[in-house]
């Protein structure tokens, strides 16, 4: 198993251009989360998902939406892009209520 | 905002020594779980424990909760070099566990 992938590993955007960061995995876990991880801090939750074709809000979700349209894949995207959403960013899956599996992180700066 | 209070920000032992780090939160919790995180790299879950279990073993890991202190602590015993890294604790509340918050983490250096 590759467990959970990312895409890219690094970019760099200039204000107010938009991406989508994938994100993949192949447990056939139900629930899928994006974090943010800024300099110094633990990670806060942007956006998650219980299954496919339901998402939510997490703690700072705004300027990104998610959609969840197979059991694999949530993909992250920037709307238009802040050098405030200069950040890493982790993809995280698991089975409800158990541990998290997290990918590698994509590192993402905006000028 | 961050539930999860983590003490110290910062350890720095000899290695064979013991690290213990504490985790403290603010609202009741479905689990607590503990992760490791090497310099750039994504995060590697080490232990959850359950708000109904007070300890837990892996390895070298020991996890303790105290539900009533809201209160969680990760001791490693003989500590290597390859234990150095950042230390977090994250909660699972009880609507919707899978809604991990984490705390900032401490900050683990093993000297050889």
């Known amino acids: 198993n590759a467990g959970v992938t990312q895409t890219p590993k690094f970019q760099v955007l200039k204000t107010g251009q938009s991406m989508t960061l994938q994100c993949a995995q192949d447990?056939?876990?139900?629930?899928m989360s994006w974090y943010r991880q800024d300099p110094g801090m633990g990670l806060r939750l942007i956006h998650y998902s219980v299954g496919a074709g339901i998402t939510d809000q997490g703690e700072v979700p705004n300027g990104y939406n998610v959609s969840r349209s197979t059991t694999e894949d949530f993909p992250l995207r920037l709307l238009s892009a802040a050098p405030s959403q200069t950040s890493v960013y982790f993809c995280?899956?698991?089975?409800?209520?158990?541990?998290?599996?997290f990918g590698p992180g994509t590192r993402l700066t905006v000028l | 905002s961050q539930q999860g209070e983590e003490d110290p920000q910062a350890l720095s032992i000899q290695e064979g020594e013991n690290a213990t780090m504490n985790c403290s939160y603010k609202?009741?919790?479905?689990?607590l779980q503990w992760y490791r995180q090497n310099s750039g790299r994504g995060l590697v879950h080490l232990i959850l424990?359950?708000?109904?279990?007070r300890e837990k073993h892996s390895g070298r890991l020991r996890v303790t909760l105290d539900t009533s202190k809201k209160s969680s602590s990760l001791l490693i015993t003989a500590s290597r070099a390859a234990d150095t890294a950042s230390y977090f604790c994250?909660?699972?509340?009880?609507?919707?566990?899978?809604?991990?918050?984490f705390g900032q983490g401490t900050r683990l250096t093993i000297n050889p």
């Open positions: 994250a909660t699972g509340p009880i609507q919707g566990a899978q809604k991990l918050v």
């Open positions: 609202t009741s919790i479905n689990n």
């Open positions: 995280a899956s698991s089975h409800p209520s158990n541990e998290q599996f």
């Open positions: 447990m056939n876990h139900e629930y």
């Open positions: 424990i359950r708000s109904n279990e």
